[in-house]
T-cell receptor, first 114, second 113 residues
Framework: DQQVKQNSPSLSVQEGRISILNCDYTNSMFDYFLWYKKYPAEGPTFLISISSIKDKNEDGRFTVFLNKSAKHLSLHIVPSQPGDSAVYFCAASVLIQGAQKLVFGQGTRLTINP | DGGITQSPKYLFRKEGQNVTLSCEQNLNHDAMYWYRQDPGQGLRLIYYSQIVNDFQKGDIAEGYSVSREKKESFPLTVTSAQKNPTAFYLC????????????FGDGTRLSIL
């Protein structure tokens, strides 16, 4: 049962335009959502997060939007740059006996074209 | 410079052998995690540990074992019982008292010959 889904395996965007990556979840118990960026043969690096009590969080070129009623979140990158080309994972967090458990989506490979 | 070190980066083993993947962190984090990534899939949780000498099974613990004898170390053993061990393994840690996100190492790619 895939609790966190990223339905687009890949996305191609022109440099300077907006990149929008989407993520859907099914578990209402998730209280925190994160986006990680991953380059090949490296570990994921944290990008931005949002608490379930908010609907938007912004950090420079990156903005995450959360729509709780639709159980949907999205990551906007604007303007997109070549260095943004990577795989992006959406993750949802739930606390189990005090431990943070992350559930990851399948990832979306973003390619920024010059 | 603080971080998580996973070694080796690439590991080859014969079928039927146990193999241990190393994970060391000098971030003074309490919690440590092991994930597995397969092509086209997200990360799946194998085991996690919140404190020394305590650990819990994740979603896909079968065929794996861990230990947490020291705060900075969380080795993962892939046993011969793991049916499909070839994958990319990622270790993470977190300081849960400060509500920071999980911080990942650079992974070990395990290939069974």
């Amino acid at each position: 049962d895939q609790q966190v889904k990223q339905n687009s395996p890949s996305l191609s965007v022109q440099e300077g335009r907006i990149s929008i990556l989407n993520c859907d979840y099914t578990n209402s118990m998730f209280d925190y959502f994160l986006w990680y960026k991953k380059y090949p043969a490296e570990g994921p690096t944290f990008l931005i997060s949002i608490s379930s009590i908010k609907d938007k969080n912004e950090d420079g070129r990156f903005t995450v939007f959360l729509n709780k009623s639709a159980k949907h979140l999205s990551l906007h990158i604007v303007p997109s740059q070549p260095g943004d080309s990577a795989v992006y994972f959406c993750a949802a967090s739930v606390l189990i006996q005090g431990a943070q458990k992350l559930v990851f989506g399948q990832g979306t490979r973003l390619t920024i074209n010059p | 410079d603080g971080g998580i070190t996973q070694s080796p980066k690439y590991l080859f083993r014969k079928e039927g052998q146990n193999v241990t993947l190393s994970c060391e962190q000098n971030l003074n984090h309490d919690a440590m995690y092991w994930y597995r990534q397969d092509p086209g899939q997200g990360l799946r949780l194998i085991y996690y540990s919140q404190i020394v000498n305590d650990f819990q099974k994740g979603d896909i613990a079968e065929g794996y074992s861990v230990s947490r004898e020291k705060k900075e170390s969380f080795p993962l053993t892939v046993t011969s019982a793991q049916k499909n061990p070839t994958a990319f393994y990622l270790c993470a840690s977190r300081d849960y008292s400060s509500n920071q996100p999980q911080h990942f190492g650079d992974g070990t790619r395990l290939s069974i010959l």
